[in-house]
């Protein structure tokens, strides 16, 4: 069943891509996160998403919530319930998460393909956010060797996160 | 620039401070949920894993050396 939501809110998601409400997207967070690496608990659906031609500051979903109002989608907090499933949609908030977007996998999730940030860009914006709990992903990651090393090097001298990659070293 | 009323282009990100914080809020909020819930929440993620589990990269993405 739970397959079939996920073909649907993608289904959504598209739409909204011919809608010209969005332009890249991909899946990222937690989620994406138990695509390379031994799960953890998370249904957290998150999608970052290019909103084309911009949005209020103030609002930044307002143009998503238009779109999908109508569909039948409303806004609970800061997530969309969509065929059952909380999902979060992310305007790119920095260089970082949009660079990851633009340069994502795509990856076969049934029978139907989605864009998803990969591996190093994950730790790489696990490193930026640093919370615990995004330390330790970022180890889980590089303990079960699920980066490339020259590339997740490559992120983290581009984006300062030297100090808190230190910080996961020594975990 | 003022950014209150700004519109958004590519290169001028949005503070989602606030919307991160709500969505913490939200995580804590699930905390409190009854056992029930819990053992429900719980099957969706297993559910979900069992799906990630199984993906495929068809094509893997390259880190942008810009």
Redesign the interface.
């Known amino acids: 069943?739970?397959?079939d939501d996920?073909k649907k809110i993608f289904e959504v998601i598209k739409g909204m891509v011919d809608a010209g409400i969005i332009g890249d997207f991909a899946l990222g967070g937690a989620?994406a996160a138990?695509?390379y690496v031994e799960?953890f608990?998370?249904?957290d659906l998150d999608f970052f998403i290019?909103?084309v031609?911009?949005?209020?500051?103030?609002d930044?979903l307002r143009p998503i919530i238009d779109y999908l109002k109508p569909l039948g989608y409303e806004p609970d907090?800061?997530?969309f319930k969509i065929e059952g499933q909380m999902v979060?949609f992310?305007?790119?908030?920095?260089?970082l998460t949009?660079?990851a977007t633009?340069?994502?996998?795509?990856?076969?999730?049934?029978g139907f393909?989605i864009p998803?940030v990969?591996a190093?860009?994950l730790v790489a914006i696990m490193l930026k956010i640093h919370r615990s709990k995004d330390l330790v992903r970022a180890k889980m990651f590089w303990d079960q060797k699920a980066v490339?090393t020259d590339?997740l090097m490559?992120?983290i001298s581009r984006y300062g996160l030297e100090e808190q990659w230190q910080r996961v070293m020594h975990l | 620039m003022a950014?209150?009323?700004?519109?958004?282009?590519?290169?001028?990100?949005?503070?989602?401070s606030d919307?991160f914080a709500?969505?913490e809020q939200?995580r804590l909020e699930r905390a409190k949920e009854s056992p029930r819930n819990k053992l429900i929440?719980?099957g969706?993620?297993q559910?979900?894993?069992r799906?990630?589990?199984?993906?495929?990269?068809?094509?893997?993405?390259?880190?942008?050396?810009d």
Do not use: C, W
Not at chain 1, 53 to 58: E, K
Not at chain 2, 9 to 14: A, L, S, V
Not at chain 2, 51 to 60: G, P, Q, T, Y
């Open positions: 069943m739970l397959l996920l989620t138990n695509i799960p608990n998370t249904k290019h909103i031609g911009g949005a209020p500051f103030l930044p907090g800061v997530e979060q992310i305007p790119f908030p920095d260089e949009e660079e633009r340069n994502a996998d795509l990856v076969d999730l049934g393909r998803v990969s190093e860009y490339d590339s490559v992120l | 950014k209150s009323n700004a519109s958004l282009t590519k290169t001028d990100y949005p503070d989602l919307m709500e969505k939200s929440a719980l969706q993620i559910e979900l894993s799906i990630l589990k199984s993906a495929k990269i068809v094509k893997k993405g390259v880190v942008g050396r």
